[in-house]
């Protein structure tokens, strides 16, 4: 492989994870998430669905926990596309979303436990995934 014309100082390219399609039509449909975690439970999205019910509801330490996997499940899902623990997560790329929702959940829920430390990390991975994300999360 040829390095002529690339400039060794752009970062990685940026990570586009495969769409859900089977799961978008059931969101659409209106299942539960919980139904949805159990149809889907490498899914990033139908774990920050689960999550973000759970903090609605004042479950702090369940939704969480339900971040948190889907924090790691996205993980899998990232690397399993080549992802290399490092670069762009677009947001703009509709099924990139549910791994930065697990993200951005996950950190609001460790702020809300105290864990100072792991929020601060969680927002800088979110920050340096797409720095839009956070802002388009939050709305």
């Given at each position: 492989m040829s390095l ?33 975690v159990k149809a ?100």
């Amino acid at each position: 492989m040829s390095l002529a014309g690339k400039n060794l100082l752009e970062g990685p390219e940026p990570t586009y994870l495969p769409k859900e399609a089977e799961l978008e039509i059931r969101i659409a449909a209106g299942d539960e998430a919980e139904d949805l975690v159990k149809a889907f439970p490498k899914s990033s999205l139908a774990w920050a669905l689960l999550a973000e019910d759970a903090l609605k509801d004042g479950r702090t330490v369940e939704g969480y926990a339900y971040a948190r996997v889907g924090y790691h499940r996205g993980l899998d899902s990232l690397r399993a596309n080549g992802w290399k623990g490092h670069g762009p997560i677009p947001f703009s790329h509709e099924p990139n979303r549910g791994f930065l929702k697990a993200l951005y959940l996950l950190g609001g829920a460790a702020a809300a436990i105290g864990e100072e430390d792991e929020a601060q990390r969680i927002e800088n991975f979110l920050n340096d995934s797409d720095p839009e994300a956070k802002s388009q999360l939050s709305r």
